[in-house]
């Protein structure tokens, strides 16, 4: 393309959403701990293991009889959370939880994607490897007494801007809580389903998932306002804990996913009981602190399926299906009205509120996500003018916005160098690791005093390509989650 003296070549083609969507993906594989990741598989951004998280204490605040302050036990494998090097389970849940909704809608497309990882040449499909190797964490996080979840594994604070092998603090696992036991709960039914036909190359894994989400929820129900809360906790247990707290006292959404994906691992009576009980009154796009929509995708997805859906159960499943399908499609209605008075023919980006924390994944990308399966599941003729925008959206991240930048790494003519990303930071290389998306233009600028520098003060141009913008250009796994599926879903669907 040339005007005037400017000149700028891209690539047309049929799979360029392909190559975007297996890189955001490959991300996963670059935040892995506890082994190496190896030039085969990472090129230049190899790097030898770290964290290996064999040896991790128990916190004050996590004791109890069988498990006391100091005993250590075995947490390894899973991924790095986000700009940081601590793992967390509600974000890991969340962030499977929507990968593999995901892949159900289109399994013959992931079912054939290669993404050059150690676990290549095995029989499993390469997303789900990758989504294994933070299960098989995430089940080491439950205590096997009582079934309850530790809420994370962190050091006491966060970490600098070293490379991970050179980390020298302590690592704990702190206080079980209410919403990680739950999505856990809800993650494992969800995976114990899907896992059920790769028993080639994780035997057992369905059982044990399913066995340790019946745990789990048994232990949410007799626990069911235990949340994690830094501030109450921390003049109480030493060392303080001031790594991300992932704090959420609203639970009912939790218990409605794991209801859910019980409901449709199990058929049981009692969780189709609970899905009623705790079913949303309207639908709001998924996030880690707002996971109804991952149980309203797993109800529409699965409870109607004929082979295993016990009559006596037909009509109240039918009724409660109705329901969800009402509310995702009146969302879906009240979203696609906001383009007309768009100035980038998109429903996302029209108002400053639009641009908070995380505000690419969170309210662009998963908005469009929503508006798709809702086309897709409810089959109200609309899926065309769902899958435009879509795309418009899509776009909107990718580079036709205020600011020009494609907001994913190694990719466009203008993308981040600057990531918030120790990995990143640490490996002196001048390029980011490609395929992650940053969290995008943030209106409050919160991390103006540590040093990130902002040009604008308009709401969708408050972005800041530089390390300390925590607030802007962070990556973390669960907005990698949103780039995954939805690149997944316009060039599995947009064909």
């Known amino acids: ?101 995901g892949y159900q809608l289109i399994p013959q497309y992931y079912d054939t994607l290669t993404l050059n990882i150690p676990e ?35 050091t006491p604070h966060f970490e600098g801007f070293i490379a991970p092998d050179k980390c020298k603090q ?13 999505d856990f709960a809800a993650n494992m039914a969800q995976a114990s389903r899907i896992y059920q036909t790769h028993q080639n190359d994780y035997p057992d894994f369905s059982e044990q998932a399913l066995k340790a989400a019946l745990h789990a929820y048994e232990w949410a129900k007799l626990h069911p306002e235990t949340y994690y809360d830094q501030s109450e906790l921390n003049p109480k247990y030493k060392p303080e804990i001031t790594t991300g707290e992932y704090g959420d006292k609203k639970v009912r959404d939790e218990f409605f996913w794991a209801a859910c ?29 707002m996971v109804d929509a991952l149980g309203t995708f797993c109800f529409l997805i699965n409870a109607l399926q004929p082979d295993n859906t016990p009559e006596e159960h037909r009509q109240q499943i039918e009724q409660i299906a109705q329901t969800l399908r009402t509310q995702l499609l009146s969302y879906a ?50 899926f065309e003018d769902y899958l435009q925008n879509a795309f418009h959206n899509m776009d909107y ?32 290389i001048i390029e980011p690791i490609p395929g992650f998306l940053v969290g995008g233009p943030n209106a409050k600028q919160e991390d103006k005093k540590d040093g990130a520098l902002y040009n604008s003060k308009f709401a969708d141009e408050s972005y800041s390509d530089t390390l300390p913008s ?26």
């Open 120 to 154: 290549s040449h095995n029989t499993t499909p390469d997303l789900l490897d990758e989504m294994h190797y933070n299960l098989r964490w995430m089940l080491t996080m439950q205590d096997p007494q009582d079934g309850g979840v530790y809420h994370k594994l962190t």
């Open 333 to 382: 209605t009240t979203e696609m009205a906001k383009i007309e008075d768009s100035s980038f023919g998109t429903s996302f980006g029209n108002v400053e509120n639009d641009f908070q924390w995380g505000c690419l994944a969170d309210n662009c990308i998963n908005q469009s996500i929503s508006v798709l399966i809702a086309g897709r599941l409810c089959d109200n003729g609309a």
């Open 397 to 428: 991240v990718l580079g036709r916005n205020a600011t020009g930048y494609c907001y994913v790494t190694g990719f466009g003519t203008k993308s981040p160098m600057n990531i918030h990303h120790r990995l990143s930071a640490a490996d002196d």
């Open 261 to 289: 994906e019980l409901y449709a691992a199990t058929r049981h009576e009692r969780y189709l009981k609970d899905v009623a009980t705790y079913m949303p009154q309207h639908f709001a796009k998924p996030s880690w602190g």
């Open 1 to 101: 393309l040339e005007i005037g003296n400017e000149t700028v070549n891209f690539e047309v083609g049929d799979n360029q959403l392909n190559t975007l969507g297996k890189d955001a993906i490959r991300t996963y594989y670059y935040q892995r701990t506890g082994m190496p990741i190896d030039e085969a598989y990472a090129g230049k951004w190899h790097r030898p293991a770290a964290h290996p998280d064999t040896a991790v204490f128990i916190h004050p605040n996590a004791a109890h009889q069988s498990r006391k302050a100091g005993d250590i036990i075995s947490s390894p494998a899973g991924w790095y959370d986000a700009g940081d090097y601590n793992k967390y389970i509600v974000n890991s849940a969340y962030t499977i939880g929507l990968i593999l909704t």
């Open 170 to 182: 302590p690592r704990y696992v702190v206080a079980k809580s209410t919403a990680a036991t739950l």
């Open 470 to 495: 925590f607030a802007s250009n962070e990556i973390a796994i669960n907005w990698n989650a949103s780039l995954v599926v939805l690149s997944g879903l316009l060039d599995a669907w947009g064909k």
